[in-house]
């Protein structure tokens, strides 16, 4: 039993947000319909490394999906589309705002349709406002957040990361929003719309920076891997060569690292009390750390911080992180048949349920290869396929 087995999703975006919210929901049972243009496909697919021109992003973000090819700026294709709806639950779309509209796809009419349609719209900037009608990606919510503002090191430039993090923040957003709707849904029998913009979600992991703007004029400036809030807190490397995380984010955590490098003395201190009275004097608290673990190999750091209770970790690439012993137990990475590659590594669902596990099915599957199962599920012919195929609706 899968928790979401009952629910019609349609996956009308590209690229990654609206996509990745999609994933989620067939991670745990959805029946999730891949809406691709015919010829273009998602973009997704040509993104990241390949194999033999597969890419294998688009395996992983459109696992557990059908993938059936559609274009939706022609009057059969949108046809198509209305006749999904009137027996789906969710339509997940990022079109830029008025796209719909103009086809006679809007929200108003999809819910005339199937007034229990949840809409889930993504998209960089929202539905309305001076910007709306501008492309937008993760990249300029990044940019947009702060989140640049106060990456990198304090003498270097903002720095952007090097993934989708916006688009996935968004994603994991959007897949709540959907299932907030959802419970809505049992209580009125109605659907609705959820609008969402790619560059909000990103600002509520930043912590309470206009909060802190508003009530005392505070810029969050860039501390590399120093906090702003406690100390120590950055990497130090080993003797041998090797890089170590620490955080000392709880007060007891902050005791046991000083005492632990030879620096109880510091714990005496009225400014240590705080995280705040630590991060006036991390240039003292740093070099008491750094020093400590410079003169050690990293088995030996790690080993002496398990002991006194405190928190490390090693800087781990995927090479490290493909044979570490903790993920390994928790079976985060799967192996996954693939009729294109044999078989296809990739993370997990992102958690554990008791009583109704999600599962990976399958990977994301050629352009237009469940076209025809999807069509013929909304009562069309052989003879209707194959000339909307030949007319170029479908793939």
Do not use: C
């Amino acid at each position: 039993m899968t928790s979401l087995a009952d629910l019609r999703v349609i996956d009308a975006a590209t690229l990654f947000a609206g996509p990745s919210t999609a994933m989620m929901l067939g991670d745990f049972g959805a029946d999730v319909i891949k809406i691709e243009h015919p010829r273009r496909g998602d973009p997704s697919r040509g993104h990241g490394a390949s194999v033999d021109g597969v890419g294998l992003w688009w395996k992983t973000l459109s696992r557990n999906k059908r993938a059936a090819a559609v274009d939706l700026s022609r009057a059969e294709g949108q046809e198509i589309l209305r006749r999904l709806v009137e027996r789906s639950d969710v339509l997940v779309e990022n079109f830029r705002p008025g796209t719909l509209e103009r086809w006679g796809l809007a929200p108003g009419d999809l819910m005339d349709i199937n007034p229990r349609l949840i809409v889930a719209r993504m998209t960089g900037f929202g539905q309305f406002g001076p910007m709306s009608g501008q492309p937008g990606f993760g990249t300029l919510a990044e940019a947009m957040s702060g989140f640049a503002a106060m990456t990198g090191q304090p003498d270097g430039p903002p720095t952007l990361p090097p993934l989708a993090l916006a688009d996935g923040i968004a994603g994991l957003a959007m897949s709540y929003a959907i299932m907030v709707a959802l419970r809505a849904r049992e209580q009125s029998g109605r659907g609705q719309v959820v609008d969402m913009a790619i560059i909000e979600p990103i600002l509520g992991i930043l912590g309470p920076q206009m909060t802190a703007y508003k009530a005392l004029g505070v810029v969050p400036q860039r501390t590399g891997n120093r906090s702003s809030s406690n100390a120590p807190r950055n990497t130090y490397r080993t003797r041998d060569g090797r890089w170590l995380a620490i955080s000392t984010s709880a007060q007891p955590i902050a005791e046991r690292v000083v005492t632990l490098v030879g620096r109880p003395d510091l714990v005496e201190q009225p400014w240590f009390a705080s995280g705040q009275g630590r991060v006036q004097h991390v240039d003292e608290l740093d070099e008491a750390v750094a020093s400590w673990i410079a003169e050690r190999d990293a088995d030996e750091v790690i080993a002496r911080f398990k002991e006194a209770q405190a928190a490390v970790a090693p800087i781990y690439d995927v090479s490290d992180i493909a044979k570490d012993p903790q993920y390994a137990a928790l079976d985060t990475f799967i192996e996954v048949p693939d009729e294109e590659l044999g078989t296809v590594t990739m993370q997990n669902v992102l958690f554990r349920l008791s009583d109704t596990p999600g599962a990976v099915s399958w990977p994301g599957r050629p352009l237009g290869q469940d076209t025809d199962q999807v069509l013929g599920e909304l009562a069309y012919g052989p003879e209707e396929i194959a000339r909307l195929r030949e007319d170029g609706v479908i793939a």
